[in-house]
């Protein structure tokens, strides 16, 4: 199933990065049971809900998109690390009403919100999910903390995706997410910029499921070239529909921003 290009057009409008082979990747993920199974979802650090809204798309009617963020409260690690002060510094505009404005831009049925650090949140979390977007702090403590207490959320059959894995600025992520690899709890399956993985007892058959099932990509064997395999050769086209011009752009991103 590819992601409709009117509820693309609508992501592309709340601010924040999301490429367009991460969003249709994701609402895959999120819409096709073929793949990963029915179940709920959870994202840890939502921006103005941008990659929020593309899991959205992709949810049933008894499923359940659970989001845990701080919402611009300030906060540093116990280093005071570079990674930690640029990132606060780029959240604090940020507010709980900014990001339910835009994802109710994108959606009718809201998102369960939980305002809060994940490390404070999540070990008071007992329901599994199916699929897990960490994209929290960025700082080595803090994706390393997120990837502890997301693991006993994490079915057999969960895919767990790690927002800016290869981002030369924050080479924190890749370090908490390469201790976790190396340890065999889970495996890199897809690399997209985000990093996607999941159990090793589910491994080979996601992949077999993407072969099968993958409506917007086509599925390379890619072995013998690094630890990712597959890679994904993108197919499905994003055409733009009817434009916004700038000045329409501008006028929806300013009121959805309202305080």
């Not at 993920?29 to 073929?34: E, I, M, Q, R, Y």
């Not at 009403?97 to 009718?108: C, L």
């Not at 057999?156 to 065999?184: C, L, R, W």
């Not at 890199?188 to 993958?214: C, D, S």
Request: aromatic fraction near 12%.
């Amino acid at each position: 199933m590819q992601i409709d290009n009117l509820h693309y057009k609508k992501i592309e409008l709340i601010p924040g990065w999301l490429d367009f082979p991460n969003a249709q990747l994701l609402y895959e993920l999120a819409s096709n049971p073929k793949l990963i199974g029915q179940g709920n979802i959870l994202e840890i650090g939502a921006f103005f809900g941008k990659s929020a809204a593309c899991l959205g798309y992709g949810l049933k009617d008894n499923e359940t998109l659970t989001v845990i963020d701080s919402f611009g409260t300030i906060h540093f690690d116990i280093n005071f690390d570079v990674e930690s002060i640029n990132q606060n510094i780029l959240y604090g505009n940020l507010t709980e009403k900014k990001f339910r404005n835009f994802y109710g831009f994108a959606h009718k049925k809201s998102a369960n919100v939980l305002v809060g650090l994940s490390s404070d949140i999540l070990p008071k979390l007992s329901e599994k999910f199916k699929l897990v977007h960490i994209d929290g702090g960025h700082s080595y403590q803090d994706v390393k903390l997120d990837i502890i207490n997301t693991l006993k959320l994490l079915t057999q059959k969960s895919m767990i995706v790690f927002d800016d894995y290869g981002h030369t600025d924050y080479p924190g992520v890749k370090k908490a997410v390469n201790e976790t690899i190396q340890s065999g709890i889970i495996v890199p399956i897809v690399y997209l910029g985000k990093l996607y993985a999941t159990t090793p007892e589910f491994a080979t058959e996601l992949i077999e499921n993407m072969e099968m099932n993958l409506s917007g990509f086509k599925v390379i064997r890619n072995i013998k070239q690094g630890i990712f395999e597959p890679k994904l050769e993108l197919i499905s086209i994003y055409v733009e529909p009817k434009k916004y011009n700038y000045t329409i752009r501008r006028i929806i991103t300013a009121f959805l921003s309202r305080v």
